[in-house]
C-alpha cells in the first residue's frame, strides 16, 4: 500500500521498504503523522499509529525491532485499540495530520 499513497510523505525508498517489511503482518489500521507528513519540512524521525487489538506494547516493539534490523534507524509506534480509546487518547489523535499507509 506504501507505493498507492495519494497524499505526499517524506520517506527515502529505503525507509518504504523498511517501514511495509516492519508492518506487513500488523492485523490493523495504520498510519504515518508528524513531520514526515509535510513534504516542505526537513528531517525528523518517522512516527506510526496503528489501530489494533494486538497487545501494544508488543506489538510496538515487534515493529520497532523489524525497522531497526533493516535500516538500523528508529521508528516511533504508537498503538491504540480502536474499539477502547480513552477520552486523552482521542485529544492525541485529534492533533495529528494521520495518513494511512496500510
Known amino acids: ?5 495519494k497524499k ?3 520517506l527515502y525508498p529505503d525507509e518504504k521498504k523498511a517501514l511495509f517489511d516492519a508492518i506487513k503482518d500488523v492485523d490493523g489500521e495504520v ?4 513531520s514526515r507528513t509535510y513534504p516542505d519540512k526537513k528531517g525528523g524521525d518517522i512516527d506510526i499509529l496503528i489501530y489494533s487489538k494486538q497487545n501494544p506494547l508488543k506489538l510496538s516493539q515487534e515493529i ?3 525497522f531497526f534490523n533493516e535500516l538500523d ?3 516511533d509506534v504508537v498503538v491504540f485499540d480502536k474499539s477502547n480509546i480513552t477520552k486523552e487518547q482521542k485529544a492525541f ?10
Open 31 to 34: 498510519y504515518i503523522f508528524g
Open 73 to 75: 534507524s528508529k521508528l
Open 64 to 66: 520497532s525491532i523489524k
Open 8 to 10: 505526499p510523505i517524506r
Open 1 to 5: 500500500m506504501l507505493n498507492e499513497i
Open 93 to 102: 489523535i485529534k492533533t495529528l495530520n494521520l495518513i494511512r499507509i496500510k
